[in-house]
């Protein structure tokens, strides 16, 4: 049995989940996402405020599905009632970034400006204090992560000065430089 996938979901006040046959919506005060099920492998049930995943045999495609699927779940809730967020640091010495509406321009070094257009349903801004700091939101953890991870990939921090974009909380291992021999 998975050990997420066995493990109730449940429904906090203020959203709604509505189950139709293979879609699950979910409906919330940040917004409304849904998901289609994979039938063949798990089952979705709603009881007394909870919402349980049950899954259909023993394969192992649908022991994975069963875990897959109550996390995709779990993280809808969690979008529509809190949403997501994801914060990164441009460091560097002419490194800058400015997010103007859906787009994102950065300054990385490079000979011209990247410009990054944002996906529907993230928000990207900058920090108030922190000008050197972007902030990824929305209610869809995927997209979210996805929008964070293609900026940071335009620059990513670099082992000897520490240069580039990182995840605020993220440890970059630096390394020594060369030594002049004698």
């Given at each position: ?116 257009a944002v996906m529907e349903?993230?928000?990207?801004e900058m920090d108030k ?54």
């Amino acid at each position: 049995m998975s050990l997420i996938g066995k493990r109730p979901i449940t429904i906090p006040s203020g959203v709604e989940i509505t189950l139709q046959d293979t879609l699950v919506k979910v409906k919330g005060t940040k917004g409304e996402l849904e998901f289609a099920v994979t039938p063949e492998y798990v089952t979705v049930l709603q009881q007394e405020g909870e919402v349980v995943v049950k899954r259909k045999g023993d394969s192992k495609e649908a022991k994975a599905f069963h875990g897959l699927t109550r996390s995709i779940i779990n993280n809808m809730i969690i979008g529509v009632s809190k949403g997501f967020e994801k914060k990164l640091e441009v460091i560097g010495v002419g490194y800058r970034a400015a997010a103007a509406g859906k787009k994102v321009t950065l300054n990385l070094g490079f000979s011209h400006p990247v410009e990054y257009a944002v996906m529907e349903g993230v928000l990207v801004e900058m920090d108030k204090e922190n000008k050197n700091m972007i902030i990824v939101s929305g209610i869809d953890k995927q997209k979210v992560g996805q929008v964070a991870a293609e900026i940071r990939s335009y620059r990513e921090p670099e082992p000897y000065k520490g240069k580039g974009i990182r995840y605020k909380d993220e440890f970059v291992r630096r390394k020594a430089g060369k030594t002049a021999s004698k």
